[in-house]
């Protein structure tokens, strides 16, 4: 597994060249890679030992540990990333990972880690908001108010990650109004999607209650 310095794209990105479970590469592999959970603490793997090789981290020296392929999982971002313990969390981490660290590289690491998860709640920002605002587009309307179901520790766990998605939505399509609603009851794409038409369906009978109501009054009135 490789990683390669991307200068083509509006902003460099980190991506993988390769992966044993997928022998090509495609611009959805690319994609899926930049945002999903199971892939940012191996980008910041990466982007670790680049940085020590390049002499800006740990005095240039890296550890077995971290030279080992998954080694920094997900949640060390979520734990590094926390506002009141993410500098301890680090400090502890780096030391779990058998390196030598000083306060510089403490922040360092914590910056690379905020990078990396702020990219990708922006890329999901902007595929969501771009989808949005062709429905909206698509039915012909000034303004759409949309429910989206989501799941994933990511999106639930990460102490940043949500904040960050919803405010870029809102910056990239300011003429839908997308409420997020988390599945807690499973996970995957199904239960995010049954989610998400449970809702719609108790709005649209709410509604119709509504429509109901009025139109009795309306009735009353006339008699």
């Keep these: 597994m490789t990683a390669t310095w991307m200068t083509s794209a509006p902003s460099s990105t980190w991506r993988w060249t390769g992966h ?3 022998p090509g590469s495609t611009c959805k592999d690319d994609f899926e890679k930049m ?3 199971m892939y940012l603490g191996e980008i910041v793997r990466l982007l670790l030992l680049r940085l020590a090789a390049d002499g800006l981290l740990f005095d240039g020296r890296t550890s077995e540990v971290l030279r080992r392929p998954s080694s920094f999982p ?6 590094m990333e ?17 390196l030598n660290w000083d306060p510089v590289d403490v922040r ?20 969501l908001a771009t989808v949005a605002d062709r429905i909206r587009a698509n039915r012909g309307l000034d303004h759409l108010k949309i429910t ?3 799941d994933g520790t990511v999106y639930r766990k990460h102490p940043t990650f949500s904040q960050r998605l919803q405010a870029m939505v809102r910056l990239l399509a300011p003429q839908c109004d997308i ?6 009851d499973g996970s995957g794409k199904g ?8 809702q719609r369906l108790a709005l649209q009978s709410r509604l119709l209650e509504d429509s109901d109501s009025d139109e009795e009054q309306q009735q009353k009135l006339y008699h």
């Design 108 to 127: 360092v690491v914590r910056l690379v880690c905020a990078t990396v998860s702020s990219r990708s709640a922006h890329l999901c920002a902007a595929a």
């Design 20 to 22: 044993p479970s997928t």
């Design 148 to 150: 989206v179901g989501v």
């Design 35 to 37: 945002i999903s959970g």
């Design 82 to 98: 926390e506002k009141d313990t993410g500098q301890e969390n680090t400090q502890n981490i780096l030391t779990e990972l058998g």
């Design 74 to 79: 997900t949640k060390f971002m979520s734990d």
């Design 179 to 184: 409420s997020f609603l988390v599945s807690e």
């Design 191 to 198: 239960a995010a999607m049954v989610t998400a038409v449970s």
